[in-house]
């Protein structure tokens, strides 16, 4: 297949256009019989023939939007101004549902059901006529759902993000979502809101249609797809009810039409060097601690080499540039108004942090698409030299307690810092007795249990919460302390698990652990009293034992027949469980991963 020579337009007329896959479908002379089989009913919903075998692109709009869904839901409407773009550069719309995924309604987990709305995304973009596809993305994990599935497949494919809520307000400060949940329940606990207020405050965050406006799972996952290359310049950060959000719909409808022409697939824009840029970007926005999980799966189903270690390698001197909550101040609205991410990305290109040519869907460079964009204000947007936190990016951490586990930097505040990591002696290292939950619903059981003796010398750990041990993986290590100590004013405890966090939350947990203890890594042997040291600086984490005492506890866990995880409840969790690799690669369906270049099979 030939690219179309007049990049960025529409054909100049049937001889210079490719052949294209969902012909073979409606207009296939050398089988008359499917060819008329799979048109006529395609024709009842008032498609004409002529339609149908003109050759004109078929594009899909994969809907993620839906009543359980409220984060996208206001995609219904926003497929409309797609469908006009569509129609005017001469494609055909056709509008498909996806396996739903509400990040806050969806028991037990969310991130179960990326995979799930993945296979079933990837079934619908092979088995139908469809030349290219328009991903709606929104809510945390529909947008690497939609972005993993795409990639597979390898047909031209955009992302239309659904934009995050307005601000919130309470009594005349910013409530910025899932934010204020793990503020507001600091201070229920410490009896200074109650019930009522609690519930006022945390519903005040959610004041539009949109997803989440913090910088949580979504806001990050919506900017690193745009930081790839895969959406249109601005996309991401435009508040979902701002007219600008239509009009980027109209556009992005538009331009698929076009890339199709071109032939310009995924493969074309998730390049290595994308991948750093996204790595680099994550860093600069205070991206949340799932984007790792979510981007490496992504490479691997495109088949681009990106490794956990990468994140620290490429992102960790990174600066903080973007004052938006959980890590800074700010919520969507003012991102947006500062210049989004094309405005981080031009002060990254100063520099010289990132990769300009790496091709985005609109066919150009994204240093190209991003030389013009707004410089930094100095308070939504900070300058590279003068930034919020330097070395902003994830570290790696690792030794007998797991291969690899991620901390967030952006986030540590100055009282974890002065409690735990500025001892001059032993600076950015700490030690203490460990306390583990084996899931949540032990730690909300016994977490003022008295006969813990929890105090600012211990650490919690909680176990038990990946991807196969609480099926999708839990997002619950950043574990609040007793109220006890709360009110003695210790907000944070070191916290470390095999389970995730909310990109949300501001708290300093070490997270993500690979192998999870369900999978027998190290936090499977780990008991109550145990001595652990984590250092920051040598990207440590220990149970302080001795050789054999670590392989006797492993040799016992071993001929225990292994960590036990919780009965599967529903079909899918049995598939997933004895599917799914562990976070550090992605937590991905192992086996698709082989699958590539679906579309051309
Ligand atoms: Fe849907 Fe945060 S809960 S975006
Ligand atoms: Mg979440």
Redesign the pocket.
């Given at each position: 297949m030939t690219k179309n020579p007049t990049n960025g337009h529409a054909p100049a007329g049937n001889g210079t256009r490719r052949h294209l896959r969902s012909q073979d479908w409606f207009n296939n002379p050398h089988n008359p019989g499917m060819t008329a089989l799979y048109m006529e009913r395609y024709l009842n919903f008032g498609l004409t023939r002529a339609e149908l075998q003109s050759g004109k692109p078929i594009i899909g709009i994969a809907q993620t939007g839906n009543d359980l869904s409220p984060?996208n839901r206001h995609h219904i409407e926003l497929a409309h101004r797609v469908r006009e773009g569509i129609r005017e550069a001469g494609g055909i719309a056709m509008e498909f549902p996806t396996h739903p995924i509400?990040?806050?309604g969806k028991r037990p987990t969310a991130a179960l059901d990326r995979n799930l709305a993945y296979l079933g995304l990837v079934e619908v973009l092979y088995g139908y006529p469809l030349d290219g596809v328009v991903l709606t993305t929104?809510?945390?994990k529909t947008t690497p759902a939609c972005m993993m599935a795409a990639a597979t497949v390898n047909l031209p494919a955009i992302v239309l993000s659904g934009g995050p809520m307005l601000n919130g307000w309470h009594n005349g400060e910013r409530t910025g979502?899932?934010t204020i949940v793990w503020k507001s329940r600091e201070r229920l606990a410490a009896g200074e809101i109650d019930y009522e207020e609690f519930m006022e405050i945390v519903a005040s965050s959610a004041p539009s249609v949109g997803?989440?406006n913090t910088m949580?799972?979504?806001s990050t996952m919506n900017g690193l797809a745009e930081a790839l290359g895969f959406s249109l310049p601005g996309c991401a950060a435009i508040p979902a009810p701002y007219r600008e959000r239509g009009q980027i719909a109209y556009e992005t409808g538009k331009r698929i039409v076009e890339m199709v022409w071109e032939d310009l697939k995924p493969s074309d824009i998730l390049t290595r060097k994308a991948f750093e840029n996204c790595i680099v970007i994550n860093s600069a926005i205070g991206g949340s601690t799932n984007a790792p999980i979510h981007i490496n799966a992504l490479a691997r189903h495109i088949g681009v080499e990106l490794s956990i270690d990468d994140w620290q390698k490429i992102g960790h001197d990174v600066p903080l540039l973007v004052n938006m909550q959980p890590a800074g101040f700010y919520l969507g609205e003012e991102f947006h108004r500062a210049g989004g991410v094309p405005a981080v990305v031009r002060e990254l290109m100063k520099h010289k942090r990132i990769h300009e040519d790496a091709v985005t869907v609109n066919g150009r460079g994204i240093g190209d698409n991003c030389k013009n964009a707004p410089a930094p204000d100095n308070d939504v947007i900070w300058a590279y030299d003068k930034p919020l936190v330097k070395d902003a990016g994830f570290l790696v951490l690792r030794g007998n307690l797991f291969d690899s586990a991620i901390m967030k930097t952006s986030v540590i505040s100055k009282e974890f810092r002065d409690r735990y990591l500025s001892n001059p002696k032993d600076l950015n290292a700490f030690e203490g007795r460990a306390v583990v939950f084996e899931g949540p619903e032990d730690y909300h059981a016994r977490i003022d249990d008295a006969s813990l003796d929890i105090d600012e010398h211990c650490v919690l750990f909680i176990r038990g919460t990946g991807p196969i041990g609480y099926p999708g993986g839990a997002e619950v290590v950043n574990m609040q302390p007793p109220a006890a100590l709360i009110k003695r004013g210790i907000l944070s405890l070191p916290c470390i698990g095999d389970g995730r966090q909310s990109g949300t939350s501001g708290s300093p947990s070490i997270l993500n652990a690979s192998p999870e203890a369900a999978a027998n890594g190290g936090l499977a042997i780990l008991r109550t009293g145990d001595k652990v040291r984590i250092d920051l600086n040598k990207g440590s984490a220990n149970i302080l034992i001795s050789e054999e005492e670590l392989k006797k506890r492993h040799a016992e866990l071993k001929a225990a027949g292994g960590f036990k995880h919780p009965p599967n409840q529903t079909p899918w969790q049995e598939i997933y469980r004895s599917t799914v690799g562990q976070q550090s690669t992605g937590a991905c369906m192992e086996l698709a991963t082989r699958y590539q270049n679906v579309a051309s099979a």
């Open positions: 984060c509400q990040e806050t929104g809510c945390d979502s899932g997803h989440c949580g799972t979504a």
